[in-house]
């Protein structure tokens, strides 16, 4: 038997740097020592409701310290983590909250009636998170827990029907958080890290917060992501890290433009989406740090690759496998096998290590589809160069077949963003009765009237084959964004598609 326990991640910095500040949110702050202390009450609170090792709770709650001290209360415990999106309605909250086992729920106070919904819907007891351990007396230690047992289950975003439970071990994220914090892109112990990517998801509870607390580091917590407000408490909090998706880089770009004073930031990691170039150049600029590009899934907990100065950055690239994980790129064609491609060519990003989850919560079938001969098919089509970067190319999914032409809606994407007027774009592919589908341009104007969609039209038709180029721009106020800040495109083929042909 091998004891390994996320909870470790907290415990072990809480032994070693006691005093040394946690974690900051809005004017708390909390040691290492007192964060621990915090989590155990949380455990023992639980345990007092007759829970314990292996029970699966629903944590329902934005960026704030009560999440944090429940989700390593739950995981001392010895008890699983059922993270539930804070944006979700009751009926999908009631989803994961059934599906997922999941034995309580508790709430942040905002969260309550859709919490106590969902719980009643699952036949669950529900409890908010502010006074739940008034007078639990903290547990001594966490529970012991073996590397394979499940920590934390994530809920993908459901893109095709509904959502699966992802189940990742102690192992995975143990070693996820280990590899961010001390290898890749390596933290400092006086590094103080932004958190305002949500905890709830993967990337924002692996790469942020506890990678941060593996080296022992200062998390920064804003409960809602607000990109003015983000700024001026990095600059004044001397933030030397960020961690972003693409759409958050966006927004502080517009906001630098008006902000009293910007963050010194050392570095930036983008991840969640693919990151435009012309973006990733001007933050750079902007804001004088480098951004390094990664790559990951709810599946891969969630780091696979990352730019890391051990391999040098190239734009456009999401960089290298992290240590102990492996990258290829496959058949896409082969349902049944891998066969991996030869440097250069287009296919399916596979991926093996100690980053690959434990398989989908009572669903064999989606799990055999998608762990084949021991690397997980990940949807993606990429390729890798002869130096072994790694290019996102597109969703699989998000394929445009425009008269028989393969389009990847990326890089039309990479060339709208390009264009002075354009803040941020989504390329979709439209059903049209002669093609099969027409490309489709979804933009935000950098201001009222910047975008005549005639005229982009002819200045992308200048810069893209002539298949490649969008017939058809929308200009909108606002994209669909996801629970993790990403643009749903889904909802923008359901918007604009039944108009086409009408």
């Known amino acids: 038997m091998t004891a390994l326990s996320v909870a470790m991640i907290l415990a072990e910095s809480a032994r070693r740097t006691p005093d040394k500040l946690a974690l900051v949110q809005g004017e708390l702050r909390l040691t290492y020592a007192g964060l621990w202390r915090d989590a155990r009450r949380y455990g023992a609170a639980l345990a007092g ?8 709770i629903a944590l329902v709650a934005p960026n704030v310290a009560d999440f944090v001290r429940a989700y390593y209360g739950i995981l001392a415990l010895g008890a699983v983590v059922v993270p539930v999106p804070t944006l979700l309605n009751t009926e999908e909250a009631a989803y994961i ?79 996820n958080a280990t590899a961010n914090a001390f290898d890749a892109n390596p933290f400092q112990r006086d590094d103080i890290v932004m958190g305002c990517l949500p905890l709830f998801h993967t990337f924002g509870q692996s790469v942020s917060m506890n990678s941060t607390f593996r ?14 407000k983000a ?21 502080l770009l517009d906001a630098s433009a008006t902000a009293r004073a910007l963050p010194k930031l050392r570095d930036c990691i983008s991840g969640g989406d693919s990151l435009p170039v012309a973006v990733l150049e001007r933050f750079e600029k902007t804001f004088g740090t480098t951004i390094f ?20 950055t190239k734009a456009g690239t999401v960089g290298h496998p ?12 082969l349902e049944d096998r891998i066969e991996l491609l030869p440097d ?10 100690h980053n690959v989850f434990a398989g989908y919560l009572d669903n064999p079938e989606a799990t055999s589809q998608t762990i084949v001969d021991g690397w997980f098919r990940s949807g993606d089509i990429g390729q890798k160069d002869a130096e072994g970067f790694i290019t996102i190319v597109d969703r699989k999914k998000d394929l445009i077949i425009r008269g028989g032409f ?24 439209i059903p049209d009765e002669q093609r099969g589908e027409e490309v489709c341009a979804v933009v935000i104007p950098t201001a009222p009237g910047a975008i005549d969609p005639s005229e982009l039209g002819e200045w992308a038709q200048e810069r893209l084959g002539k298949h490649k180029y969008p017939r058809r721009i929308e200009v909108v106020e606002a994209l669909p964004m996801g629970p993790s800040h990403k643009i749903l495109k889904r909802e923008l083929r359901a918007k604009f598609a039944p108009s086409v042909g009408r």
């Open 49 to 56: 409701h007759g829970l314990g090792p292996g029970d699966r």
């Open 97 to 175: 909250v059934g599906h997922s086992g999941a034995q309580a729920v508790l709430y942040e106070a905002g969260y309550a009636e859709v919490s106590i919904a969902a719980a009643a819907t699952a036949g669950v007891p529900a409890w908010g998170v502010e006074d739940f351990t008034a007078d639990a007396e903290p547990l001594r230690t966490y529970a012991t827990r073996e590397a394979e047992d499940a920590a934390v289950i994530f809920y993908t975003s459901g893109t095709t029907g509904r959502p699966k439970g992802a189940i990742l071990t102690q192992l995975n994220l143990v070693m």
């Open 215 to 228: 080296v022992g580091a200062t998390l920064l917590l804003q409960p809602r992501f607000d990109a003015a």
């Open 231 to 251: 700024i001026e408490l990095m600059h004044e909090e001397r933030a030397t890290l960020f961690f972003g998706v693409p759409t958050m880089l966006v927004q």
């Open 293 to 312: 590009e990664g790559y990951g899934l709810s599946e891969t907990s969630p780091t696979a690759t990352v730019n890391q100065p051990w391999f040098g």
């Open 322 to 333: 992290i240590w102990g994980v492996e990258v290829e790129i496959a058949n896409e064609t």
């Open 344 to 353: 250069g060519q287009l296919g399916e990003i596979v991926i093996r290590g």
């Open 406 to 429: 393969n389009i990847y809606p990326r890089e039309v994407e990479e060339v709208l963003m390009r264009h002075p007027g354009v803040s941020q774009v989504a390329v979709i592919g």
